[in-house]
């Protein structure tokens, strides 16, 4: 049909009228206090978990003299700026240490919290980058492990099934030797959308859901060098906690991970992923040396900042000492530099359950493919494991008191 | 047969109230008894030229009636009667129509002509009525057809055209109609009165020509006989001709080049010394131009790496022809244009025009426009000055800020003073051109300003003792200090520099509204609209004071439209009117002070006066409820929180009232809205009216005669009960649900190549999926399982949008926090469904 013939108003008549203009930001305020009222709703639950940290020594106030130093070369393109297509076009170190960053690290448990649970095979934590026709495996400290062909979107250079060239997937595994074949943990990106802000509990139901979709979890081909495995999640209620602890699995077990289910996606360090270990379901319970065997006394990593102050990877950092500048200019050292003390005879002492004393002994530098120093939860589960280790038991006796307390769905449960 | 209906039909227009409902009746009880007899006796009607013209007339009008309705859900229902009545009496009611066209009276012949397309609309696109064209052309081509036989055919032809959709007609029957219409336009052969029906047959067949356009000699001849009609005798043909001209300009702009200069002399011709209707769609024929490169421009994309324009540049190549032609005609003012609302004449046609062109080739406008306007700026004929003012104010908009700053900068000193001028019409275009100078250059907030903190002083001076000019220059005043204080909105510190002339704005606004001089309403809800974006973009901290000051003197003038005497309808629409006005500025006064913690006390203060006065506004009128005053409930219910229960007893009947007034549908969604306001305020307590309000919401949604944009609102309203009262949502699970998945089944067989519906597609999943977050998470803490049975659904639609690749990005957000409080509300159950 023609167009309508009516006439075309002047613009110098056009009458002032902001009625629709009122409708229109009635209707933009009611959209943002939906919004608001359903995100309240849903920060309630995590809300209420008011996740003690871990170690509750570890309070902020602890470290607020030491205002952590900015890292050169890397802070003026934060990390989190960067998606993972500007990132592929870093080189070199900046690259290592984009990856190394993006990883969600556990902390380790030394008190048992609520949480979730599941297995964590040993082997190479590593972050797998499909994108291009090419998939590439980083590891914790940023460096490749492999480059290799795979059946995740963008993976391959093959026509149809990968998707569109613009699909890209990101995913947090660890690569188990024995059989070739990397579990994965975690979800981070899926066919270019970014899962970063879901919480795990969504994470893990994509994950199993569209994992095996794509063919990744089938046996290698010319097109898929590795396969792709998930690994069992758990209700973390008291059968679940048992299954996860004596369940076979195809790959050694090397400890239980607890995730709160509520949690997002959150780089570094985060007091909402556990990881938890004890003899019978990890080989390293307690942290061997380069030759595999277990030293008698425990070794730390720590990094050195520029005022001599010798700090976990936390954030905000734990200070366990000082180093006196003539030493730092004796040994070449330079703020920065990671390295290594074992912890002696006078051990950690905590008052009030903060860091008091650390009886730490330098032994030097750490090899250079090291990305970041222990992180404060790691050196104190080592250091209880050493000497007051928690449990199953413990661990048990939390889920059930648990399950009797509420007999409704509870808060803040374990799953998978 | 036929029943004899004259009677009826005559009785039914009587001037005998009693005669003349009685009429009705038994017409209407006719139709409900046997519509098929009921239509063939109105066709025989209309066929007999032995019967009145009056019955004839009558007939005609009860068939169109019966075929076609301006509801689209009662259209529905017309269209779905015709197909079920018997193919044979359908054939002898399209028979009688056919045989009317050639009646002897024109009024038959016309009304027939309108019927058949009715009937074409409908029977067309079913394939139900394939010898209708054919039929038709048959009257055109047998030797000897009366003129007048012809001349209804053509009629018809273009109402068919008009009633369907190109698709309908196959390339045969498209190029026979088009060759049927182009040879009636053959001056030589035809008489007046084919020529305009054939010309104006043309107007609807353009859309159909597409094919034939492509082809460079059907199109050759088909442009060679229209630019031929444009010089017909007749000027009413040549209106009809231009008409044609102006659809060709926008539905065939690309293949248009070769005819361009033919066309530039037929429409500079015309602007310069045809009739007024033919000028004014001479001077269309440019600004279709104009709209077309616009658009061009709008979507070129800047990345293509190519520097050539989007488009033919047909304004930048006629711009030193076209530019002139244009300023002429801004000298042909009216006198009394000022005052109509509806005033239409080459003078403002050209200045809009102008305005096009400005806008489409920006830059080079300003050279070939200053010196029109230096030259009559000053000149002792107010045309003159008018005219230059007019042409100033068109080209505000287009060129660049670089460009226009300067000579705007060196013309506002003049301008000011300008709004002292003895003539009316030079003052009123003088402060329309000062409002447009504040909407395009004057934006603090992005960094530019001809406003500067030394000229300020001068401006609102003049600004508000122009309020004061007669109404039509007060209400372009108006228009001037709500774009001055617009462009202090979100601009940080500046916002500051309004902040002394407050008190002296409002004061002046007020007065304005108060007026009676004006012929109409226009100059009070001009003031009252600029009042309220005066307050919106004021600065809080230093106007809170002012605002608050404010408040009370609305309320009593609200108060005071309660005393106002209503005896006729008229009366009635005036309070209605100041009502909505004086609402407008107590939604805008309570939004202003409810978004901060230090003046939120105003409003709660005042909370309880102010209620009262809405439910009296909603009291002063039975049929419907007060959208303006529904509006600034929302904003009350938000500013008071829980405190607004206290309200709810008085005001549910208004809620009710308001989610039933499918007419109004604005004010429906209105009420929704703020049904969604109230759920956030009172929570729980909001659950003793549910039970009423979930009906109502189901029922609307199930109801084809509401509005399709209201339905969206409703689903997400779902969202803000079941989030209010939790659990209790339970009793409503299985109605909204199943609602939801229906329209959700709606949303995946939208047409996608049709991109307002998948506007409307996309408002609708973000909605459904907004009510799957508001009832899971109401139901996370005791009843989640209750949604179980639904997670399923919720997984495919998800499933189904995502893989959508049209929808927008709220959707995917909305979708993705669905899919979020899924997995949250249903924890581990959500785990084995899906491994």
Known sequence: ?????????????????????????????????????????????????????????????????????????????????????????????????????????????????????????????????????????????????????????????????????????????????????????????WRGYSLYD???????????????????????????????????????????????????????????????????????????????????????????????????????????????????????????????????????????????????????????????????????????????ADSYSKIMFQYIARHSPLKIDDLAASVISHDTEENKAPEVEMTG | MAMEITQFLLAAQSADARVRTDAEGSLRQFQEQNLPQFLVSLSFELANSEKPAESRRLAGILLKNSLDAKDAAMKDHLVKQWITIDTAIKSQIKDLLLRTIGSSAPEARHTSAQVIAKVASIEIPLKQWPELIGSLLNNMTQQGSPAPLKQSTLETLGYVCEEISHQD??????????????????????????????????????????????????????????????????????????????????????VLEPYMETLFQLTSNAVKGDEENVALQAIEFWSSICDEEIELQEFDNPDSGDSSPPHSSFIEKALPHLVPMLLETLLKQE??????????????????????????????????????????????????????????????????????????????????????????????????????????????????????????????????????????????????????????????????????????????????????????????????????????????????????????????????????????????????????????????????????????????????QIMVLFLRVFGCHRSSVHEEAMLAIGALAYATGPEFAKYMSELFKYLQMGLQNFEEYQVCAITVGVVGDICRALDDKILPFCDQIMALLIQNLQSEALHRSVKPPIFSCFGDIALAIGAHFERYVAPALQIMQGAAQVCAQMDTSDEELMDYANQLRRSIFEAYSGILQGFKDEKAELMLPYAQHLLQFIELVSRDAQRDESVTKAAVAAMGDLADALGHNTKPRSS
Not at chain 1, 297 to 314: A, F, I, M, P, Y
Not at chain 2, 215 to 240: D, F, G, H, S, W
């Open chain 2, 169 to 254: 007609l196959v390339q045969d029957e498209v190029n026979s109609v088009l060759t049927a219409v182009v040879q009636g336009m053959n001056q030589s052969e035809n008489n007046a009165e084919v020529r305009l029906a054939a010309t104006r047959a043309l107007y609807n067949a353009l859309e159909f020509a597409q094919t034939n356009f492509e082809n460079e000699m059907e199109r050759n001849y088909i442009m060679k006989v229209v630019c031929e009609t444009a010089l017909a005798k007749e000027a009413e043909i040549r209106q009809a001709a231009f008409e044609c001209l102006v659809s060709i300009a926008s539905t065939y702009y690309e």
């Open chain 1, 198 to 372: 879901c919480t795990a509990e969504f994470r893990f139901f994509w994950l199993n859901s569209k994992l095996s979709e794509t063919g990744a979890c089938g046996p290698p081909s010319f097109y898929h060098k590795f396969r792709f495995n998930t690994v069992p999640v758990y209700n973390c209620d008291q059968s679940g906690l048992f299954s996860a602890y004596t369940g076979s699995v195809p790959y050694v077990k090397d400890g239980l991970l607890f995730y709160n289910k509520h949690a997002h996606y959150h780089t570094g360090t985060t007091p909402l992923v556990l990881v938890w270990k004890d003899e019978k379901c990890s080989q390293y319970v307690i942290d061997t040396d380069s030759k595999g065997e277990v030293p008698n006394q425990q070794h730390v990593v720590l990094e050195l900042q520029d005022d001599g102050k010798l700090v976990t990877s936390d954030d905000p950092p734990v200070v366990f000492g000082c180093l006196d500048a003539d030493f730092v200019k004796q040994s070449e050292l330079s703020s920065g530099s990671l390295l290594r003390f074992s912890i002696g005879n006078g051990g950690l002492s905590c008052v009030d359950g903060r860091l008091e004393n650390a009886d730490l002994q330098y032994l030097g530098k750490t090899n250079r493919a090291r990305a970041f």
């Open chain 2, 335 to 608: 006198e009394d244009q000022d005052q109509g609302d509806d005033a239409w004449n080459i003078a403002m046609a050209g200045g809009t025009c102008l305005g096009l062109v400005a806008r489409t080739v920006g830059d080079a406008i300003v050279p070939l426009v200053m010196p029109f306007v230096e030259e009559n700026i000053r000149k002792p004929n107010w045309r003159s000055r008018e005219a230059a003012t007019y042409a100033f104010g068109s080209v505000i908009e287009g060129p660049t800020v670089d460009k226009l700053a300067p000579m705007v900068s060196a013309g506002l000193e003049f301008l000011l003073s300008a709004t002292k001028d003895e003539n009316n019409h030079v003052r009123d275009t003088t402060a329309w051109t000062l409002s447009r100078i504040f909407e395009f250059l004057h934006s603090p907030a992005s960094g530019f300003s001809v406003i500067s903190p030394e000229n300020l002083p001068k401006v609102m001076a003049v600004l508000v003792e122009a309020i004061n000019d007669v109404p039509n220059v007060a209400e372009k005043v108006c228009g001037a200090v709500y774009n001055l204080a617009q462009g202090y909105e979100d601009a940080g510190a500046s916002s500051s520099l309004l902040s002394p002339y407050l008190t002296e704005i409002i004061k002046h606004l007020l007065a304005a509204a108060e007026r009676t001089d004006g012929a109409d309403s226009k100059l009070r809800s001009a003031a009252y609209e600029t009042l309220n974006e005066v307050v919106r973009c004021s600065n809080l901290v230093e106007s809170s004071n002012i605002i608050a000051q404010l408040l009370p003197v609305i309320m009593t003038k609200l108060g005071q439209t309660m005393e106002l005497q209503v005896v006729s309808t008229e009366d009635c629409e005036k309070q209605a009117d100041i009502q909505a006005s004086l609402c407008g500025v107590l939604q805008v006064i309570i939004q202003k002070l409810s978004s901060t913690d230090e003046t939120k006390p105003v409003i709660m203060q005042n909370a309880d």
């Open chain 1, 1 to 189: 049909m023609a167009p309508p013939k009516d006439l075309r108003r002047s613009f110098k008549r056009r009458p002032i009228s902001d009625q629709q203009r009122r409708r229109e930001l009635s209707l933009l305020r009611q959209a943002h206090n939906r919004n608001d009222a359903q995100q309240r709703a849903r920060n309630l639950a995590s809300s209420v978990i008011s996740f003690q940290p871990a170690s509750p020594e570890s309070e902020p106030e602890l470290e607020l003299p030491s205002e952590p130093e900015p890292e050169p070369g890397f802070e003026s393109v934060p990390s989190s700026s960067l998606d993972v297509r500007q990132a592929s076009r870093l080189r070199g170190p900046e690259v290592r240490k984009w990856f190394a960053r993006q990883l969600m690290l556990p902390e380790w448990m030394i008190d048992v919290p609520d949480g979730l649970s599941e297995d964590w095979p040993t082997g190479k934590r590593c972050f797998v980058v499909s994108s291009n026709g090419t998939t590439v495996s980083r590891l914790r400290n940023g460096s490749i492990l492999h480059h290799f062909p795979s059946a995740l979107p963008g993976g391959a250079r093959t026509k149809g099934a990968s998707g569109p060239a613009q699909s890209y997937c990101i995913l947090d595994c660890i690569f188990h030797e024995s059989d070739q074949t990397y579990y994965v943990i975690d979800m981070i990106c």
